[in-house]
């Protein structure tokens, strides 16, 4: 098993550093899940509903978001430059160190 470290800054300001195993084919939003740190995911990792927004603190580079990504961060609230759904960031070797907020809620 494959494993990097990942960091969640929650909704509180306090930092989670999570294994995160690369070679599941899981996100940001199952692993926050799966840690039990308040990420709903309520459309099933679609892209549909933005219940895992986050913010990108790190310098990692994220593949490019995609129109479904886009289209749903135009209706989220508190959206930044460096928001990202977590169900469209998965967890890769080359993400080791990677650092995300989770976004305010409504």
């Keep these: 098993m494959s494993m990097i470290k990942v960091t969640v800054v929650d909704r509180e300001g306090e930092s989670h550093e999570l294994d995160a195993p690369t070679d599941m084919g899981m996100n940001m939003m ?11 995911g309520t459309c099933g990792g679609m892209a549909m509903c933005a219940s895992c927004h986050m913010y990108l603190r790190s310098d990692h580079s994220l593949p490019e978001k995609s129109d479904d990504e886009e289209d749903m961060l135009d209706e989220a609230f508190h959206v930044t430059d460096e928001s990202r759904l ?8 080359d993400l080791d160190g990677l650092v995300v907020e989770l ?3 409504g």
Aim: some cysteine; aromatic content about 0%.
């Design 86 to 93: 977590g169900c469209q960031i998965h967890l890769a070797d």
């Design 103 to 105: 976004a305010p809620v």
């Design 30 to 40: 199952e692993l926050c899940k799966s840690a039990e740190l308040p990420v709903e």
